[in-house]
């Protein structure tokens, strides 16, 4: 217990030293990052300074000759498996996941889950199952390098190999899911909820962690086949939710009703990392500047995120263990403090809204 309680103490440690000094944490980083980079093709011709920021789009080409065995083309490790995302902006993404990418991934995926229990009673918070409503983890088949590969959506896929992150015990378990065998359409779905009601409604729940559109949708599910909410089957400390913009302005209060008067605690997770958490009462997340390099296309040029005024905003790029001055393809907007919120996908509707939203009732801000 105590060693678990150092390892917690370190990962947190190195968030708050991050946040007290973004520039020095993110000089170093880029450093260490840059040593890997130069081990591939891709990063062979990579130059922080004068490197333009790549889309997916513009990855893909590189992405291929990883498919065709080639790793070193573009990643510095061999892809343990791969992963899709649920495809937002169109198509899905289908990206690799290297064993730096996961181990990043796990540490900051970690801090907002370990945050609030520091804060709120300490490590025994987290006695007891954690409500797994993830993506299936086996929906295609891929070759790579002359081998079959199967793969899924990445919130399984990371649940699935990390199935104790921050010590949580998932119910049900990932591969429980992964035999359902199911898709995406709403029968795909109201079979992969009703599962996951049998099999947790007698379990001692004490979170929920997830897509907060999935979370909101097995309430509706349990609330009109079996007449009851979540409120009512457990009593949750928590709910920790990601992966939509405007969490804490569009989802939080009716998540609130849905699962009990808790705190609904915001992630910033992608398939492509583990961006920020929240970590206080302020409905906003904070980056983990020890993990990623970010940087941000403002109308006033590229800036590093931290040097971004409050009510700064632009699209966001991440330098991750895998990928070189990505373009995620999320609009962020500061909020003082390294304090930030992301408001949308990038397009130009969402810009145009933000902007009007901002002439408007900007003097609220």
Known sequence: MLEAFR???????????????????????????????????????????????????????????????????????APITWVMTRGTTGSS?????????????????????????VTHGGLETLAGGVLNLQFPSNMRVMEEGGREVVYGFSSGTYAKL??????????????????????????DWERRYEHIYQKARDEE????????????GFARYVKKRHGVLPRDLWKLNVVYTTSVAKIQSRYASVLRNMYGSVPVVEMYTATEGAFGQQV???????????????EVATRGGVKP?????????????????????????????????????VFGRDRPLTMLEHVLFRAVFGWLL
């Open 7 to 77: 390892r917690v103490q370190d990962n947190l440690d190195a968030m708050r030293t991050s946040l007290a000094d973004p520039a020095a944490a993110q000089s170093r980083l880029k450093e260490s990052l840059m040593e890997d980079y130069r081990t591939t093709a891709y990063g062979a011709e990579f130059n922080w300074d004068l490197s333009p920021a790549a889309s997916y789009r513009d990855l893909e080409p590189w992405l291929e000759k990883v498919r065709q065995g080639d790793h070193e083309a573009l990643l510095s490790e």
């Open 93 to 117: 993404k289908v990206v690799p996941v290297t064993p730096k990418h996961m181990d990043y991934l796990v540490r900051g995926g970690s801090r907002a889950v370990l945050s609030f229990a």
């Open 162 to 187: 990390n199935p104790m992150m921050a010590g949580l015990r998932l119910v049900p378990r990932q591969e429980e899911i992964d035999a359902l065998e199911t898709g995406l359409s709403a029968e």
């Open 205 to 216: 729940i004490v979170t929920v962690m997830g897509v907060a559109p999935v979370q909101t």
């Open 280 to 294: 206080d009462e302020l409905p906003y997340w904070v980056p983990n500047y020890d993990l990623y390099v970010f």
């Open 305 to 341: 995120l931290h040097e971004l005024r409050r009510g700064e905003w632009g699209r966001l790029i991440v330098s991750t263990p895998m990928f070189p001055r990505y373009m995620i393809g999320d609009l962020v907007e500061a909020a003082g403090k390294n304090y930030f919120r």
